[in-house]
């Protein structure tokens, strides 16, 4: 394994930080002004490390270019999707970098107000951070920017951008319609139709969007190195349409699971044997899922770079490079229910074809799992997964879609074999929500499977009848 990101043993003070070089990539920054340092920034080719991978230099200018008087920087550490434990990883290792590429964020996009958003759970992480930004802003690298942390919900949606900013102002992580840079923290402008009136009661001024740009913790981690060290260096590891690192988490039917620094295009199956050892001897490897974001990765393209064009070559994607594997003992229909399951009780409702269309797929896809569905059964689930994203605020409803859709078509001979019986593989699969992951051991949300659809917690032992089926 490679890289910059995770050093071997954690940094443990600002002074250990700034004898591995940090700070250098904010004086660096400070030198080259706002417009030249986005531009480094764009030339690196770095790439959004939160799921969607989007360009961060085009993110960073696009927010630097919009008017209005106020813009924020919001650090998004919420890391919630299942099988990704990078984002905690960094912060455990080196949170310095972290609010240093945050306070460059700031620097570039004009902006004296930063949050990082983190749950609430995350204890260890959060003491780390809060040191970090007192002895960094104790050591004056913070300058005129002020960092807050922000404790957030146990929620998924927690970590989609406009959910978070929506918690950051102290409401409840529901996404809100327009993007950050449309409708940032903190906005007064309306964001739907027209307003009669110049300002709503009591606001005396003007409206105003404050864009905001939102960044995962660890693409913000790899800020300082590339503005210390130059695009050039950068763009000496991966590959040319994704340069740099990747920290990959590793989990499923693992010998070892794992967290560890790749080059971006390093072969699928490489990463999960140096990550994790791969699978028990004796085992196929028979699917792998990127997150809940991406279409299942089959035995046949465990080749493919694990890059963003390398794995959506294969009709997948990257995502946030938490690989969740599965071995030839898992049952696929029963991948599908559970990761459907979480979906439908972690989709918030306000777009009605979300809540109610993962709802009914995933109760489709508990008769088909029980063997008492019928070919009526798939024609619902089909339609449904046509229909569910049906006016989608946000994200989680194509994660729906596409998970749930590439599962049934990767592997029909299991979804034949429920219909003409019972499951040939029953073997109860954990939701893959890590809590921790150290010394080759991960543990999983033991409560989630007890989360109902409304986001409260059942005490019933049928909470998820899936969970419960007994072990062959
Ligand atoms: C349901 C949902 C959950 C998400 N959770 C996270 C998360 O925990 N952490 C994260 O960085 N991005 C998450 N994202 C993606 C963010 O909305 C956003 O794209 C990202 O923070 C942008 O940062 P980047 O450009 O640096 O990747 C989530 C998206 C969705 C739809
Ligand atoms: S798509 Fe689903 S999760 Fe996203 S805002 Fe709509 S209902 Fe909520």
């Known amino acids: 394994m490679t890289g910059f990101l995770l050093p071997p043993t ?8 700034l004898a591995t070089s940090g700070g250098r990539g904010l004086a660096r920054a400070v030198e080259l002004g706002p417009a030249a340092t986005i531009e480094e920034l764009t030339r690196s080719g770095l790439r959004g490390r939160g799921g969607g991978g989007f ?4 993110k960073w200018a696009g927010v630097a270019a919009q008017t209005g008087t106020h813009r924020y920087v919001v650090c998004n550490a919420a890391e919630g999707e299942p099988g990704t434990f990078k984002d905690r990883s960094l912060l455990r290792a080196n949170p310095y970098q972290l609010v240093e590429g945050l306070v460059i964020a700031a620097f570039a996009v004009g902006a ?5 958003g983190l749950k609430a759970s995350f204890t260890q992480e959060r003491e780390r951070l809060t040191n970090a930004v007192v002895e960094l802003q104790q050591a004056g690298v913070c300058g005129d920017c002020q960092v807050t942390i ?26 809100r319609l327009f993007p950050p840079y449309e409708h940032g923290l903190f906005a007064t402008a309306p964001q739907t139709g027209w307003q009669a009136t110049e300002s709503g009661p009591g606001h005396g001024h003007r409206h105003e969007s404050n864009p905001t740009l939102v960044n995962n913790a660890e693409t913000l981690s790899n800020v300082p190195h590339i503005l210390a060290r130059g695009a050039d260096w950068f763009r000496t590891m991966g590959t040319t349409e994704a340069p740099g690192t990747v920290v990959a988490t590793v989990v499923g039917d693992v010998v070892r699971p794992g967290v560890g620094e790749v080059a971006l295009g390093t072969p699928l199956i490489q990463v999960i044997e140096d990550v994790s050892g ?21 035995a046949a393209d465990l080749d493919a770079p694990f890059s963003y064009g390398g794995l959506s070559a294969v009709g997948s994607g990257l995502g946030a490079a938490g690989l969740i594997v599965y071995d030839d003992t898992a049952c696929m ?5 559970m990761f459907s399951r979480f979906l439908y009780v972690e989709s918030c409702g306000q777009c009605p074809p979300c809540k109610r269309g993962s709802g009914e797929i995933t109760a489709g896809l508990a008769r088909l799992e029980r063997g008492e569905a019928t070919t009526h059964d798939l024609d619902e689930i089909a339609g449904w997964l046509d229909k569910v994203t049906d006016g989608n605020r946000c994200y989680l409803a194509v994660e729906e879609r596409v998970v749930v859709s590439s599962i049934l078509r990767a592997f029909p001979e299991e979804v034949v074999a429920h219909l003409e019986g019972s499951c040939p593989r029953p073997r109860r699969l954990p939701i893959p929500k890590i809590v921790d992951l150290a010394d080759g051991q991960v543990t999983y949300d033991e409560r989630q499977w007890r989360k109902q659809p409304d986001w409260t917690y059942s005490e019933a032992d049928d909470a998820d009848p899936g969970q419960l089926r007994p072990q062959a």
Do not use: C, H, W
């Open 10 to 17: 954690p940094i443990a003070s600002i002074e250990d930080y």
């Open 55 to 58: 360009p961060t230099g085009q």
């Open 112 to 116: 004296t107000e930063a949050f990082v």
């Open 150 to 175: 922000v404790a957030g919900p146990e929620e998924y949606l927690f970590g989609e951008e406009k959910a978070m900013l929506e918690v950051i102002e102290g409401g409840d992580p529901l996404p």
């Open 278 to 298: 791969g699978v028990a001897p004796g085992r196929r490897l028979k699917a792998v899922l990127s997150g809940v974001s991406n279409a299942v990765i089959t």
């Open 333 to 337: 229909i029963e991948v599908a229910r």
